[in-house]
């Protein structure tokens, strides 16, 4: 798996993690994540997605993840949510983000391309 890959699984698994547990605890240290809002600088985070996180977030937005943005109050920063239940969020971290695809959670048909009758 190539670092690119990497950083998006982390986004992933630490956006799904913030839904399940409502915090995230990096380098010892603990980050409120309220009702699973991750502020957007967290995604940069060299132990998360690096200076690239926000635009792994973008390329998970491609990939079919429904992801919440919401301007933070008083601020002009952002903070993102990724939509799924507490027990889908463990079903994401449990899977280590490798093999779950988004119509895994949201029960979508994968669109069959190059299949013509």
Same mark, same amino acid.
Request: proline share 3%; aromatic share 6%.
């Given at each position: 798996?190539?670092?690119?890959?990497?950083?998006?699984?982390?986004?992933?698994?630490?956006?799904? #993690?913030?839904?399940?547990?409502?915090?995230?605890?990096?380098? $010892?240290?603990?980050?409120?994540?309220?009702?699973?809002?991750?502020? $957007? !600088?967290?995604?940069? !985070?060299?132990? &998360?997605?690096?200076?690239? $996180?926000?635009? #792994?977030?973008?390329?998970?937005?491609?990939?079919?993840? &429904?992801?919440?943005?919401?301007?933070?109050?008083?601020?002009? $920063?952002?903070?993102?949510?990724?939509?799924?239940?507490? !027990?889908?969020?463990?079903?994401?971290?449990?899977?280590?983000?490798?093999?779950?695809?988004?119509?895994?959670?949201?029960?979508?048909?994968? !669109?069959?391309?190059?299949?013509?009758?």
């Amino acid at each position: 798996m190539n670092q690119r890959e990497t950083a998006k699984n982390n986004v992933l698994n630490a956006m799904a #993690r913030a839904r399940l547990q409502e915090y995230l605890v990096i380098d $010892g240290y603990t980050v409120p994540c309220k009702e699973g809002w991750v502020p $957007g !600088h967290i995604l940069t !985070h060299p132990s &998360i997605g690096g200076e690239a $996180g926000k635009r #792994r977030k973008r390329e998970l937005d491609e990939e079919g993840w &429904i992801i919440e943005k919401q301007k933070i109050r008083n601020s002009t $920063g952002y903070e993102y949510r990724l939509i799924c239940t507490k !027990h889908e969020g463990r079903r994401i971290i449990m899977n280590n983000s490798v093999n779950i695809i988004p119509q895994m959670i949201y029960g979508q048909k994968a !669109h069959q391309l190059g299949v013509f009758e």
